[in-house]
Structures are given as structure tokens and as C-alpha cells.
């Protein structure tokens, strides 16, 4: 199993990214697929999930309003769209995927904002 992410970059306050997470190497049709973030010195944070079914998880509210995950139709894909980001938004990303009681990690991709 393989969990790539991309699209991680520096924005300035307020701009727009899209990350992108494709999982590869099961068949599986139930699996959720997660944002995480970490940023340096803290802990790592759920931003949001979404299950193969479309069911999302709530946003917290240090993302919700601004950020939206949504799926591939067809593919293992998840995205997370992040807008009007903030330079406290700044972190590595990582997407992770939780299948049959297994969980597999991306490397991660870094995300930040600063003018």
C-alpha cells in the first residue's frame, strides 16, 4: 500500500492551495482517508476525514468555513481544499489511510504561508 501526497507549496495570507492523496496497492472498497497536520513544535492534528462512502468527519474550528476534503469518483483520492490560509496554517500535511484496522501514512507535504 502506497499514500503519496502533493500539492503542498508557500502561499501568502489569504491565498488557496489544493493537496491532493492518492492510496494504491488495495482493492478494498471501505477505507477512510484523513488529512492530518502537524506544525513545528506541535502536535499532530486531525483536519479532516472522508470514508470511501463520502461521509466526512466535522472540521475543527481552527479549519472549518476555510477548508473542504472531498473524493476522487472513481479513484482512491482525496483532496483538501484550503482557502483564504492563514500563517498559522502552516505545517506539514500528511493524508493517512485506515483500511481493515490498518492505518498507512504519506510522507507528507508542506504547506507555508507567509507574504
Known amino acids: 500500500v502506497q499514500v503519496v501526497e502533493s500539492g503542498g507549496g508557500l502561499v501568502q495570507p489569504g491565498g488557496s492551495l489544493r493537496l491532493s492523496c492518492e492510496a494504491t496497492?488495495?482493492?478494498?472498497?471501505?477505507?477512510?482517508m484523513s488529512w492530518y497536520r502537524q506544525a513545528s513544535g506541535k502536535e499532530r492534528e486531525l483536519v479532516a476525514g472522508?470514508?470511501?462512502?463520502?461521509?466526512?468527519?466535522n472540521y475543527p474550528d481552527s479549519v472549518k468555513g476555510r477548508f473542504n476534503i472531498s473524493r476522487h469518483r472513481t479513484k482512491k483520492m482525496i483532496y483538501l481544499q484550503m482557502n483564504s490560509l492563514k500563517p498559522e496554517d502552516a505545517a506539514v500535511y500528511y493524508c493517512k489511510l485506515r483500511v481493515l484496522d490498518r492505518e498507512y501514512w504519506g510522507q507528507g507535504t508542506q504547506v507555508a504561508v507567509s507574504s
Open positions: 496497492g488495495f482493492t478494498f472498497a471501505n477505507y477512510v
Open positions: 472522508i470514508t470511501s462512502t463520502g461521509i466526512t468527519t
